[in-house]
């Protein structure tokens, strides 16, 4: 009998128990150390039905189908990518938890210290259908001594059922949203020839919306030019150049304080050339800039791709690679943070790093009596900061790349800030205008010195409040107004993480900052991924760019799905359901009423243009539809796009619709005398027909077998 039976989500989750426990050994699936067992689930091993899971007439998109709101949310084993079948492994490892649930006294959920965490192990509960003891171990960090003590303080499981009930809600709301959405926006796509699947869902629209916005706002910028009026100002300590300083109402000035009149500008300069001055104020401080902190994937994403040129997709490939072969942390975190009680640990991976040549004056110089900000166990969420392990090995380009970044600033953890002292100088020329000057000059460069520099220093001379000073040529620099950059991957996955930045809803912009804004750290990549696929997104060098269709979407979607203020009210609702303080059900009931109106409103849209891609501009000759060229298993062919409902097709002549095939239509269904199969009637090519069998391995003569024809029937 086993005595505890500990469920981890992952399997190096799993190994961490195992290793607090004591020494083990290993079977099949799992690990036992003494009377107790451990064994992991692989991330979500059970997903949500689709649609036509739940009904045959799913399987068909129409509209007369939606919304689709299940009575009950049931799940199954996840299928494969690529056979859409249920995966094998995932269907092995269920089947080896559920045999030691029968053989043990407690379980203990051992999911991330989060809602997702709590939903991955108790759905696999419920699923197996185990009734028994349950207890719950909370671990924020794999490191021996928290390990320990997260062992020590396990509580009843119970307990954490409003954490499961907040992630179902999550889980439910997305599926009915993306579900009934992307169905309702094809079936509207088709409608206007279309073809493909127009995907809605409650990250990947706001996260388009995003990128539309923007790449708006730059068609629409209008450059302004103006004028920035700099002196040279002569002084004995040394000369420096001083700019103009605007104050409010000064003539030729537009609303936002920009010298936009280049006559008054160049009067400006002429008159203030050649003048006395007086320095007015000297304020001078000294400063420090701390480190980059360790990544987090969405910080790792956004340097990568800014150095290296990667996608999303590939930094979070390469560094779930660079974990499996044990040379980094778990990469798929949001957190900067380290769990103090690994400080420790951190003079023998730097040493060992010490011998990677690229990384040996950096490790050698470390100190380790330098503790950054970084060390903070109460900051450390599911997963720490991706951090090298210390080991080395061979890698790819790729894996080079992302490993440096990873190495370079979890090594300058332990080398001291930046330190420099600004200065700022006021002076005033003739007694009427007001000029100034900052310059930077650094003390010690710290860590810096392993940075790329940003920019230049730019010393000032060491002047006092009351000098005397003189300015020479005054030069008028000309100036234009710059249109926001369009988005990167790296900085669409910044914005997606920081998108509070983006709202201008206070309440809301609090929520979606305490969230870490929309989609996760696993997640984001594939969102990416998925916008490019359905052809909502292209690039252009290193930038993201909306395509009609991409936009047309977005415009055409309902505003609580491209609106990321949506996401702040359901995480309100979320954050209620996991403090006990409202009902799950409730919470996805009230979404799901919200589901008609939105999906009326869009058919509604009867003028919405959509880009004709793949449309004939030809109706169809039945229903009056668009019809669309589309590619099959045997070549292109015409089809309507009010399919089902509409039936008609077209061979495809040279990118046109040609004449539509006849339809052949027998008296009934006919089956093989000697296979039993059913019968094909089709034309021969001599234009009679024929009843056809083509199960030639059931025959005895291994041949596809065929019938005569009479007035529809077959002859035996």
């Known amino acids: 009998m086993i005595h505890r039976l500990f469920i981890a989500e992952k399997p190096n989750l799993g190994r961490a128990i195992a290793d607090g426990l004591g020494k083990g050994s290993s079977g099949k699936g799992h690990i036992t150390v ?75 959920n051992a999911g991330d210290p989060d809602r997702e965490g709590q939903l991955i192990i108790d759905e696999v509960l419920d699923y197996l ?31 954490c059922r409003p954490l499961k009930n907040a992630a179902l809600a999550r889980s439910r709301i997305d599926w009915l949203g993306g579900m009934n959405l992307s169905r309702a926006m094809t079936l509207f796509g088709r409608d206007k020839g279309m073809t493909g699947v ?24 209008k450059p302004v030019d103006y004028a920035v009026l700099q002196a040279a100002i002569k002084h004995h300590a040394g000369n420096f150049a001083a700019t103009l300083v605007l104050t409010p109402g000064t003539p030729g000035t537009d609303p936002e304080g920009r010298l936009v009149d280049m006559r008054i500008a160049q009067a400006l300069a002429a008159v203030s050339k050649d003048k006395d001055g ?19 994937l969405s910080s790792l994403q956004k340097d990568a791709g800014a150095r290296f040129g990667m996608s999303a997709q590939v930094v979070l490939n390469t560094a779930q690679s660079l974990y499996e072969k044990k040379l980094t942390s778990y990469p ?41 900000a970084v060390w903070n166990t109460a900051k450390v969420t599911a997963h720490h900061a991706i951090i090298p392990t210390g080991e080395s090995g061979p890698m790819t380009e790729a894996e080079r790349n992302c490993y440096f970044l990873i ?47 940003e920019g230049q220093d730019k010393p000032l001379p060491r002047v006092e409040k009351g ?37 201008t809803d206070p309440a809301a912009k609090a929520k979606l900052k305490e969230t870490s804004g929309i989609g996760t750290e696993a997640t984001r990549a594939g969102v990416l991924e998925t916008l490019k696929k359905r052809g909502y997104l292209g690039q252009k060098g290193k930038s993201l760019i909306s395509t009609d269709i991409g936009r047309a979407v977005v415009d055409l979607s309902p505003a609580s799905m491209r609106d990321v203020a949506t996401t702040a009210v359901l995480e309100e609702k979320l954050s209620a359901i996991a403090e ?38 030809e109706p169809c000759p039945k229903c009056k539809k668009p019809i669309r060229r589309i590619q099959g298993k045997k070549g292109w062919f015409w089809s309507c796009s009010g399919y089902p409902e509409c039936d008609y097709t077209a061979p495809d002549e040279k990118g046109k619709p040609g004449t539509p095939r006849e339809k052949l239509e027998a008296k009934g269904e006919f089956f093989c005398p000697e296979c039993k199969e059913s019968l094909k009637y089709t034309k021969t090519k001599k234009g009679g027909t024929v009843f056809l069998c083509g199960n030639e391995k059931k025959h005895s003569t291994k041949k596809v077998r065929f019938f005569n024809d009479t007035n529809g029937e077959p002859v035996f």
Request: charged share 25%; with cysteine; aromatic share 8%.
């Open 34 to 108: 003494g009377n107790d067992v451990v064994t992991w689930c692989f991330g979500h091993m059970l997903e949500l039905y689709a649609p036509e899971d739940y009904s045959k007439e799913f399987a068909q998109w129409k509209k007369s189908s939606l919304p689709i709101i299940p009575s009950e949310f049931k799940v199954a084993p996840s299928k494969d990518f690529k056979t859409k079948k249920a995966d094998q492994g995932i269907l092995a490892q269920i089947k080896i938890i559920g045999e030691l649930l029968k053989k043990c006294k407690v379980v203990v």
């Open 129 to 159: 259908r185990y009734t028994g003891p349950a207890q719950r171990i909370w671990l924020a960090s794999l490191d021996g001594k928290s390990v320990a003590n997260a062992l020590a303080s396990l509580k009843d499981n119970a307990s």
């Open 198 to 221: 127009l995907s809605m869902g409650r990250v990947q629209t706001p996260t388009l919306g995003l990128v539309v916005d923007r790449d708006r706002q730059i068609e629409n910028f």
């Open 278 to 296: 007086v320095i007015t104020l000297v304020e001078r401080k000294q400063g420090t800039k701390a480190p980059p902190k360790p990544y987090a």
């Open 332 to 372: 798929r975190t949001d957190c900067e943070f380290l769990p103090e009680e690994q400080f420790s640990d951190a003079p023998g991976i730097v040493r060992r790093l010490a011998s990677i040549p690229e990384f040996a004056d950096m490790a050698k110089g470390a100190d380790f009596s330098i503790r950054s």
């Open 407 to 453: 190495v370079r600033n979890y090594i300058l953890q332990f080398w001291p800030p930046e330190s420099f002292e600004t200065q700022k100088i006021v002076l005033v020329l003739d007694e009427k205008t007001q000029w100034e000057a900052t310059g930077r000059v650094v003390i010690n460069p710290g860590f810096r010195r392993f940075m790329d520099r």
């Open 467 to 503: 000098d005397a000073c003189k300015s020479g040529d005054v030069e008028v620099l000309k100036k234009r107004t710059e249109p926001p950059a369009h988005f990167t991957e790296g900085t669409l996955i910044e914005a997606m993480k920081s998108v509070h930045l983006y709202v």
């Open 580 to 617: 006990g303080k409202a009902s799950h059900d409730q919470v996805v009931a009230e979404y799901a009423a919200t589901l008609e109106p939105m999906i009326e409103k869009l058919f509604g849209n009867t003028g919405a243009a959509l880009p004709a891609a793949a449309a004939s501009g």
